[in-house]
């Protein structure tokens, strides 16, 4: 019995004489990417418009999620959502624009505004660092007034 009681001893002497920044510093960290697509078309609603109840824009947002896993030294989850904004129409369009995101409890919001032209392509870059998934989200893209040329 009391031989089993001097191990004991032993092994916590030993367990907590352990330097554990060697443990952490040689944990391998992995990393996982997903990559998410999310379009939205932004309809012309002025009855006054050529492009009346048209897609008057595509805005499609693309979101990199990347996280790490092996060990708790491993960095955190980080994300990036980049969004471009196409011009299917004829002409030359100028317009301003409200994006409205939300997914369960993560809401966020990007205002900004846009000259492109016909067939053309807008890369804005980042717009929002959440990690709130795209695909699964309700997103609402306002403009009060889109100016042909």
Not at 23 to 35: A, G, I, Q, R
Not at 46 to 72: D, R
């Given at each position: 019995?009391?031989?089993?009681?001097?191990?004991?001893?032993?092994?916590?002497?030993?367990?907590?004489?352990?330097?554990?920044?060697?443990?952490?510093?040689?944990?391998?960290?992995?990393?996982?990417?997903?990559?998410?697509?999310?379009?939205?078309?932004?309809?012309?609603?002025?009855?006054?418009?050529?492009?009346?109840?048209?897609?008057?824009?595509?805005?499609?947002?693309?979101?990199?999620?990347?996280?790490?896993?092996?060990?708790?030294?491993?960095?955190?989850?980080?994300?990036?959502?980049?969004?471009?904004?196409?011009?299917?129409?004829?002409?030359?369009?100028?317009?301003?624009?409200?994006?409205?995101?939300?997914?369960?409890?993560?809401?966020?919001?990007?205002?900004?505004?846009?000259?492109?032209?016909?067939?053309?392509?807008?890369?804005?870059?980042?717009?929002?660092?959440?990690?709130?998934?795209?695909?699964?989200?309700?997103?609402?893209?306002?403009?009060s007034n889109i100016i042909y040329q």
């Amino acid at each position: 019995m009391k031989d089993n009681f001097i191990i004991f001893l032993i092994s916590l002497l030993f367990l907590f004489s352990c330097d554990k920044s060697d443990n952490l510093s040689n944990e391998t960290c992995v990393k996982s990417s997903v990559d998410n697509i999310a379009t939205v078309n932004l309809f012309d609603r002025n009855p006054q418009s050529i492009y009346y109840n048209q897609v008057a824009a595509n805005f499609k947002f693309s979101q990199e999620s990347t996280s790490y896993y092996g060990g708790i030294s491993c960095p955190p989850m980080n994300c990036n959502t980049t969004l471009s904004i196409f011009n299917p129409t004829s002409r030359k369009i100028i317009f301003s624009y409200n994006i409205y995101f939300s997914l369960n409890n993560v809401s966020w919001n990007y205002q900004g505004a846009a000259t492109i032209l016909s067939g053309g392509t807008y890369n804005l870059g980042q717009v929002n660092s959440s990690c709130a998934n795209i695909s699964y989200s309700n997103m609402i893209i306002q403009s009060s007034n889109i100016i042909y040329q």
